[in-house]
T-cell receptor, first 110, second 110 residues
Framework: DQQVKQNSPSLSVQEGRISILNCDYT??????FLWYKKYPAEGPTFLIS?????DKNEDGRFTVFLNKSAKHLSLHIVPSQPGDSAVYFC?????????FGKGTRLSVIA | KAGVTQTPRYLIKTRGQQVTLSCSPI?????VSWYQQTPGQGLQFLFE???????NKGNFPGRFSGRQFSNSRSEMNVSTLELGDSALYLC?????????FGPGTRLTVT
């Protein structure tokens, strides 16, 4: 039973355009959500987070949106750059160990 | 501060053997978590240790075990290796909900 789902295994975007990565969760007890980015041969690195008391958090080119009623969050990257090409993991927590989705591989094409 | 370090980085073992992986957390971090990453399943939680005590455990068979030492360093052990244990094993240390991952140990079971 997957509590955190990333339904798109891959996404290709042109450089300069917006990348939108989506994530759905099923556990209503989750109250903290994070995005991690992973390059090959490296561990995941923290990108951005949002708590359930907010519906948007912005950090430079990265914005995370949370829709609690739909149990959905998304990561927007604007503008997308070739260096953003990586696997992105959505993760959630609710006084529990972080639960991760299966990841979305983003390819930004120059 | 130095990041999370894991040794060895790569390992090849034969079915039936056992393996021990090591993790040194970021200085000052008392919590260490272990995750298994496989291509089809994303990051799956193995266990979490805090102050030498196992605080949480994921849904893995008893062949997977771990421990934490007084200096917060952690080891995980897998006995009676199976082909399906081939994966990237990631260690992460934390102060709160944010995990800082090491580069992982790539285990191949033949």
């Amino acid at each position: 039973d997957q509590q955190v789902k990333q339904n798109s295994p891959s996404l290709s975007v042109q450089e300069g355009r917006i990348s939108i990565l989506n994530c759905d969760y099923t556990n209503s007890m989750f109250d903290y959500f994070l995005w991690y980015k992973k390059y090959p041969a490296e561990g995941p690195t923290f990108l951005i987070s949002i708590s359930s008391i907010k519906d948007k958090n912005e950090d430079g080119r990265f914005t995370v949106f949370l829709n609690k009623s739909a149990k959905h969050l998304s990561l927007h990257i604007v503008p997308s750059q070739p260096g953003d090409s990586a696997v992105y993991f959505c993760a959630a927590s609710g006084n529990t160990p972080l639960v991760f989705g299966k990841g979305t591989r983003l390819s930004v094409i120059a | 501060k130095a990041g999370v370090t894991q040794t060895p980085r790569y390992l090849i073992k034969t079915r039936g053997q056992q393996v021990t992986l090591s993790c040194s957390p970021i200085s000052g971090h008392r919590s260490v978590s272990w995750y298994q990453q496989t291509p089809g399943q994303g990051l799956q939680f193995l266990f979490e240790y805090f102050s030498e005590t196992q605080r949480n455990k994921g849904n893995f068979p008893g062949r997977f075990s771990g421990r934490q030492f007084s200096n917060s360093r952690s080891e995980m052990n897998v006995s009676t290796l199976e082909l399906g244990d081939s994966a990237l094993y990631l260690c992460a240390s934390s102060l709160g909900q944010l995990l800082y991952f090491g580069p992982g140990t790539r285990l191949t079971v033949t």
